[in-house]
Each structure stands twice: as structure tokens, then as C-alpha cells.
């Protein structure tokens, strides 16, 4: 069965830190960039973060830049978030995805279902 | 940045109904344009990729067209299961935005 699982969601007071982690089953992350994207209560999706299929480049949205870290481990077939600084605005559900490259651009082929960030006092 | 511009936000339709759905970029993207479906309290799912391209195990009834800085996603005959959101999404460049979203309901 292919799917990617999100964990590590959950309520954080706000300037906290949270680590998400998506993992792959059935699905190759090998060889593929890697995404985050996000959806607060409500509203609609929002790109996050990517990471290419080697780790070696990494981009953010504004919104996180500086706050957020993407990261991969390709032998165990895993991508992680690293949350700091979190804001109430950061609340949302955090997608994982995997892109497929074609030419210049990709498509967001696979996704996780998803887990839950509140952030909260 | 890249904005995409996608309307309308919001439609009203019937079953069997035609539905179209445009989205505008900030600037040329050439064909780089997805779409993807989002059911409540679901993940998303890519639907077309790459302006027109359909993506395998999606019915035939859904396609979309475009190039440059405007596409277009179509609903030939609306089914009962296709009410729901629907985003565009470029990935000329980072970052990778995507529309405000459409929901169309009956």
C-alpha cells in the first residue's frame, strides 16, 4: 500500500519548538524532492518547504524562513520538519508530499493525510 | 514571487453541469500548472499535472489547458463525488504557490 505518514503534531505554547516527521510506505523518497506544505482551520493549502532528493537544497516560504528546517533521511525512507520560534499563525495541518520532477517543474504526487499543529497558551 | 490567481472562489453547480475554473500567474510559467482536488477533512489529490496532463486512475471527465500566465480546469459532466476544492498550483520556481482554491458545491 502506498503512503506517507505524518506524526509529532500536537499543542505547543507559542515560541515553542515541535518536530514533524513524515514516513514513507511504498512509496520511493529515494531519488525525489521532498515537500511540506500547510492548511490552517479554514483556509487553503500553503507551501512550506522542499528539499531535493540529496538534501543538498533546501527553500522555505517567508513565513518560516529562519524558523523551520527541513530535513531527509534517505536510508530510512523519512523527512522531517523542525518547528522554532512557533506562532499561533503556524497552526495548521502539515502535509508531507512527495514531488515527481517533469522538465522544469514537479507535481506533488503522493501526500501523507496529514497531522495537526495548535499552536496555543 | 509567483502569484496565482484562481477563480472563482467559490461556484455553485449541478450534476451534469459543465465547470470551469481559471487560475493566472504573476508571470509566465509556461506549462508548470497542477491541480489537485481537496475533499473535506482530506488530503489533497493531484488531478492534472503540468497544464494538461492527466494524472493515471483519474476519469477522463476532468482536464485543463493553458500555457504562459493562463490555465484552465474543466468538469466536462459534474458527478455527485467532484464537489469539493479545488487548487491550482505552479512549480516554476520556488515558492511553489498555490491558488486561493475553488469550492464548488451544489
Known amino acids: 500500500q502506498e503512503q506517507l505518514v505524518e506524526s509529532g503534531g500536537g499543542v505547543v505554547q507559542p515560541g515553542r519548538s515541535l518536530r514533524l516527521s513524515c514516513a514513507a510506505s511504498?512509496?520511493?523518497?529515494?531519488?525525489?524532492?521532498l515537500h511540506w506544505v500547510r492548511q490552517a482551520p479554514g483556509k487553503g493549502l500553503e507551501w512550506v518547504a522542499v528539499?531535493?532528493?540529496?538534501?543538498?537544497?533546501?527553500y522555505y516560504a517567508d513565513s518560516v524562513k529562519g524558523r523551520f528546517t527541513i530535513s531527509r533521511d534517505n536510508p530510512k525512507n523519512t523527512l522531517s520538519l523542525q518547528m522554532t520560534s512557533l506562532r499561533a499563525e503556524d497552526s495548521a495541518i502539515y502535509y508531507c508530499?512527495?514531488?515527481?520532477?517533469?522538465?522544469?517543474?514537479?507535481?506533488?504526487?503522493?501526500w501523507g493525510q496529514g497531522t495537526l499543529v495548535t499552536v496555543s497558551s | 514571487d509567483i502569484q496565482m490567481t484562481q477563480s472563482p472562489s467559490s461556484l455553485s453547480a449541478s450534476v451534469g453541469d459543465r465547470v470551469t475554473i481559471t487560475c493566472r500567474a504573476s508571470q509566465n510559467i509556461d506549462s508548470y500548472v497542477n491541480w489537485y482536488q481537496q475533499k473535506p477533512g482530506k488530503a489533497p489529490k493531484l488531478l492534472i499535472y503540468v497544464a494538461s496532463s492527466l494524472q493515471r486512475g483519474v476519469p477522463s471527465r476532468f482536464s485543463g489547458s493553458g500555457f504562459g500566465t493562463d490555465f484552465t480546469f474543466t468538469i466536462s459532466s459534474l458527478q455527485p463525488e467532484d464537489f469539493a476544492t479545488y487548487y491550482c498550483q505552479q512549480s516554476y520556481g520556488t515558492p511553489y504557490t498555490l491558488g486561493q482554491g475553488t469550492k464548488l458545491d451544489i
Open positions: 508530499a512527495r514531488a515527481t520532477p517533469t522538465g522544469w517543474g514537479s507535481y506533488f504526487e503522493y
Open positions: 528539499i531535493s532528493y540529496d538534501g543538498s537544497n533546501k
Open positions: 511504498g512509496v520511493t523518497f529515494s531519488g525525489f524532492p
